[in-house]
């Protein structure tokens, strides 16, 4: 056995994967939405387990309050203000260098998706919002794309894998179980939540990129492990033939580009972001020097600039998004956000 392969030993001996799925993952690219709890998890995983190539996405930088459940992030990051999709993308790139690994630090919207999904075999859901699930949905229908669906709140969880053509899509389930974290929460979460979710969607991954689609669950299943409660429900009989994600005249609603976001108010964060307000990348250099001469704390890296203003903190990417923290109330973000840029 040759020394790269080594690495995989334990994963072949594995009957149902053995070297012919190896080599098969070896030829995957997955993209992960969210590089959070799950994200990280998730990307960690599929990285040890030899996939060619990771696209991550997020939004957000590592934040103190990341670190008792999302793997990869250490102190320094957060010190450093790191882009998640950066920092994630470093350590995973120590963890097995012959998995090429792309981040990204943007807002998963509907163009940039549709960008990147030409040779992309797997949709894994790292998300903490229902507005990107609802268009990973409809991404993995119109590109014929098995998806990942996960989710967790406090002690709480639920998966589901959707293989377009074959299972009702999350649009389906969504209208008939009582699913909670939909909205912006703050009980909290417990780690081993995340890794319950985790489990199950990393071994669905693996199933899907070693070619054992016969294997893929096909029950939605949440838990509470709090509660000790476990639900495994056969989901098949939910699929919607008027469904306008998986059905027979599908729209696709969530690619339509009216469906963006351009305000959001980030779940358990205390954070709203703006974006696209301006025409092009925002100036700023020219912002930053307006900012110092005001007298302002400024900071940053390469991917971002903090500013501090009576109190509050302001983090502007390169891509024209503001994080305004410390308030959840949009109009009072946006009046911040305009005594920052004008
Ligand atoms: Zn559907």
Not at 79 to 99: D, F, M, T, Y
Not at 117 to 146: C, H, S, W
Not at 300 to 314: C, Q, R, W
Request: some cysteine; proline content about 4%.
């Amino acid at each position: 056995m040759d020394f790269q392969m080594e690495r995989y030993s334990r994963q072949m001996l594995f009957k149902p994967i053995g070297p012919e799925g190896q080599k098969e993952i070896g030829k995957k690219h997955a993209l992960i939405v969210g590089v959070g709890a799950l994200g990280t998890h998730t990307s960690e995983l599929l990285a040890r387990a030899g996939v060619r190539k990771l696209t991550l996405i997020d939004r957000d930088y590592v934040d103190m309050s990341n670190l008792q459940r999302q793997h990869l992030f250490t102190e320094k990051d957060v010190k450093g203000q790191w882009p998640k999709a950066e920092a994630a993308k470093e350590r995973l790139k120590s963890i097995n260098s012959q998995v090429e690994v792309e981040g990204i630090v943007a807002q998963a919207d509907a163009v940039l998706l549709e960008g990147l999904i030409e040779d992309v075999d797997l949709l894994v859901d790292g998300t903490d919002n229902f507005e990107t699930r609802f268009l990973m949905n409809d991404l993995a229908q119109k590109y014929k794309i098995p998806y990942v669906f996960g989710s967790c709140v406090g002690s709480f969880g639920m998966t589901f894998t959707i293989v377009p053509g074959q299972t009702p899509c999350l649009q389906c389930l969504i209208k008939k179980l009582p699913m909670q974290g939909q909205t912006c929460d703050t009980v909290g979460i417990i780690a081993p939540a995340v890794q319950m979710v985790t489990a199950h969607q990393g071994a669905e991954a693996l199933k899907i990129l070693s070619g054992n689609m016969d294997a893929v669950r096909k029950t939605y299943v949440s838990f509470d492990l709090w509660e000790n409660e476990y639900l495994s429900l056969k989901a098949g009989a939910l699929k919607e033939s008027g469904c306008l994600s998986c059905g027979e005249s599908p729209e696709y609603p969530f690619l339509q580009s009216d469906q963006e976001m351009k305000v959001a108010v980030l779940c358990g964060r205390d954070t709203v972001q703006i974006r696209h307000a301006y025409n092009g990348d925002l100036p700023l250099k020219q912002l930053v020097d307006q900012w110092r001469s005001a007298g302002l704390a400024v900071g940053g890296n390469p991917f971002l600039i903090s500013v501090e203003k009576d109190g509050t903190k302001a983090v502007f990417f390169k891509d024209g998004r503001a994080l305004i923290h410390g308030t959840r109330d949009v109009n009072e973000a946006r009046k911040i956000y305009h005594s920052l840029v004008g």
